[in-house]
């Protein structure tokens, strides 16, 4: 996940389902945004309970975050609603698979 912590980019959504993504499967998570600061201290929760398969930053760097779009294999994209959205075009350039809902513009794109 890359993006803005905001329920409107679904960054609750994953908050919520990842506990049960690490802990029922060998997966690998990387997170990378600032926005809400309950989904901030959730994602730094995360990390903390799973530090051998979870890392997530706190903040944005673009250059990072196209670096860690290039290394994923799996993009995800929760988002509620997004009207274009710039994240899933990248990853489809970098060979990443972005797992998006259908919706707005990422309907049109993935």
Known sequence: FIG???PQKGADILM???PGMLHSSDMQLVCLGSGNKHLEDQMRGLEANYKDRCRCWVGFN???S???TAAADI???PSRFEPCGLNQLYAM???AVPV???TGGLRNTV
């Open 75 to 77: 993009l995800l994209m």
């Open 100 to 102: 998006a809902h259908k």
């Open 16 to 18: 919520h389902a990842a």
């Open 62 to 64: 673009e250059p990072f």
């Open 93 to 95: 350039r970098y060979g």
């Open 4 to 6: 803005r912590l905001d």
């Open 66 to 68: 196209h670096r860690l």
